[in-house]
């Protein structure tokens, strides 16, 4: 589930310029992202993401981690997600050349373990973009 948050993050920055989500809510079954964004997508745009990630995934992706020191990692990435003991170094989490990001979450080794990615909902109220995803297994 962190990886697939992850590959949606990066899709959307890629795709509609936006920063990562400013919060998200990350479950074994279902998840959920919120992005300050300034309209609703339209089903093509929820296509074309899913679309996107699910190519991302099938593309069989190496997830590495490897810790940078604090002060450099405050160059290269927004920390601001990180709790606050997540201490020095920090771990960054790549995916491919695809994304990084600092996180502490459990992740797999290979985006093909992450499985088939659906978005179930997105909606638009006051500024944020709200996606709700899901994950089932690749068959
Ligand atoms: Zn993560």
Do not use: W
């Amino acid at each position: 589930m962190h990886s697939a948050e992850h590959i949606l993050n990066q899709t959307m920055v890629r795709s509609f310029g936006c920063g990562r989500c400013f919060s998200s809510h990350i479950e074994k079954k279902k998840s959920k992202c919120d992005y300050r964004f300034d309209r609703p997508l339209s089903d093509e745009e929820v296509d074309g993401i899913m679309s996107k990630v699910n190519e991302v995934i099938r593309s069989n992706l190496p997830v590495l981690e490897e810790f940078v020191a604090r002060g450099e990692a405050e160059k290269r990435f927004n920390l601001s997600r990180l709790p606050e003991d997540a201490g020095d170094p920090v771990r960054i989490v790549s995916i491919g050349d695809y994304d990084a990001c600092p996180c502490i979450g459990p992740h797999v080794n290979l985006t093909t373990e992450i499985g088939q990615f659906r978005i179930i909902s997105s909606t638009f109220q006051d500024g944020v973009l709200r996606i709700r995803f899901r994950l089932s297994s690749l068959t």
